[in-house]
């Protein structure tokens, strides 16, 4: 395919022609496409089904350890999640508590606490303007709950090894910086796993602040779409090596396992943090919910189990990034006008196109009946400063669903491309 840019004014002019009738045509079928947010389909929840039957008056409410699930208590979770999350995560189960379904919301929490009770120090509410470190692009709800409570967001730029991290090194010189977001496998839109150098540099970090932490959401732990799925090195041994170990604080879920909305959360940290993090829990709740735990813990001994059930969920989604992939690669390679990433696990595809071609890509698949991520969504504040990127969710729709919406995708960023490259022209 020839490269845009190289084209002469005729040309662009007959291609434009060309897509623009390509583009109302799919106007003209009215369709009601949505690849905004990394939900898991209908199919990738009914492998869970059985776990409903897994707790009930015929198999009983206990646990292993005999606690009556129904029941108030176990502040920080039942002792089989603790061991299964311990395993995943290659952490001891004593550091780790179990929630409810939403690792956002004990990110949200430990923040909070942070804000108004200290991490090991003064509240950070106290310390006048406090900042946060957030890769870009990155995952929009990480950079929301920092800006709600008013921190001073700081992109660094993301590599194909993780952040940039000469610039991390650089930025907690700063003791107002106290934290950074981190999505270290198959990160949120890039799909990159973090090698072990930017590892290995992030638990050797020598911050200003002594109260610095690292939000490592391991989101995508066992989330392959292949055999060979990536290897992530494990940042708290890295940390305990160095002399380290309050430095990272680490969240998981199984909300993109079994049931977003049902699912479990833990968070995991240092003997010193978690003592911490109980202290505090104890005045917030008695205890989370057991009864969904105990379903879990029974459907998921091992991490063995959890990582067959997920080849399945593999064997659901290979066949929808593929197709959005084939078609990017068939549609827009060799134009110059976008590049994309290829990822090997997680929930997204980040697309890269024209500069300032973003937003207009975004309205023209929005006018078409094909709904995404707003332009931006992955960058602190919403706001990309190239406007060239957009995330791709291709977990939700069905494939043939994805065919149309990956078309309706690479028509309107012809549209949007020749649109701004002849506009450009004229200005000259």
């Known amino acids: 395919m020839s490269d845009y840019l190289e084209m002469s004014d005729d040309e662009l002019s007959r291609l434009f022609k060309t897509v623009k009738s390509e583009y109302e045509h799919m106007r003209s079928l009215h369709l009601s496409l949505d690849m905004s947010r990394g939900k898991p389909g209908f199919d990738n929840m009914d492998l869970s089904g059985e776990m409903f039957d897994l707790v009930g008056n015929d198999t009983g409410f206990k646990n292993i350890s005999g606690i009556d699930c129904r029941n108030y208590g176990g502040l920080d979770g039942l002792a089989e999640l603790k061991n299964l999350f311990g395993e995943i995560l290659g952490i001891s189960p004593e550091q780790i508590i179990v929630g409810g379904n939403s690792s956002l919301n004990m990110m949200f929490d430990t923040i909070a606490q942070a804000m108004t009770h200290g991490m090991g120090g003064e509240p950070w509410m106290k310390q006048g303007e406090i900042k946060f470190l957030c890769p870009v692009p990155g995952y929009d709800r990480h950079?929301?709950?920092?800006?709600?409570?008013?921190f001073k967001l700081i992109p660094v730029a993301m590599t194909d090894e993780g952040p940039d991290m000469d610039e991390v090194e650089n930025l907690v010189k700063d003791p107002s910086v106290k934290g950074i977001w981190c999505v270290p496998k198959y990160s949120n839109p890039e799909g990159i796993t973090y090698s072990d150098t930017v590892v290995k540099r992030m638990a050797a970090l020598k911050p200003a602040a002594g109260d610095f932490r690292i939000f490592w959401d391991n989101a995508y732990a066992v989330h392959d779409l292949y055999d060979s799925?990536?290897?992530l090195l494990n940042l708290y041994d890295e940390c305990v090596r160095l002399g380290n170990p309050d430095l990272p604080i680490i969240f998981t879920s199984t909300s993109k396992i079994t049931f977003p909305g049902a699912g479990v959360a833990a968070e995991a940290a240092s003997p010193n943090n978690v003592?911490?993090?109980k202290g505090r829990m104890k005045y917030q709740t008695i205890g989370p919910d057991k009864l969904?735990?105990?379903?879990?813990?029974r459907m998921f001994k091992t991490a063995d189990d959890v990582r067959r059930h997920m080849k399945k969920h593999a064997d659901i989604l290979r066949p929808k990034f593929e197709c959005v992939l084939s078609e990017l690669q068939n549609e827009l390679s060799g134009t110059g006008i976008a590049r994309w990433t290829n990822p090997r696990g997680g929930y997204f595809i980040s697309?890269?196109?024209?500069?300032?071609?973003?937003?207009?890509?975004?309205?023209?698949?929005a006018n078409a009946g094909m709904i995404l991520t707003p332009a931006g969504a992955p960058f602190p504040y919403g706001m990309d400063p190239d406007d060239s990127n957009i995330r791709i969710a291709p977990s939700y729709p069905s494939?043939?669903?994805?065919k149309k919406a990956s078309s309706v995708l690479c028509c309107a960023v012809k549209y949007a491309a020749l649109e701004k490259i002849i506009a450009d022209r004229k200005q000259k």
């Open 399 to 402: 494939v043939e669903e994805i």
């Open 292 to 297: 969904n735990q105990l379903r879990h813990a």
């Open 143 to 150: 950079f929301a709950i920092t800006e709600y409570f008013g």
């Open 229 to 231: 799925g990536d290897s």
């Open 351 to 365: 697309l890269w196109v024209m500069n300032g071609c973003a937003k207009r890509v975004v309205q023209l698949c």
């Open 275 to 277: 003592a911490m993090l």
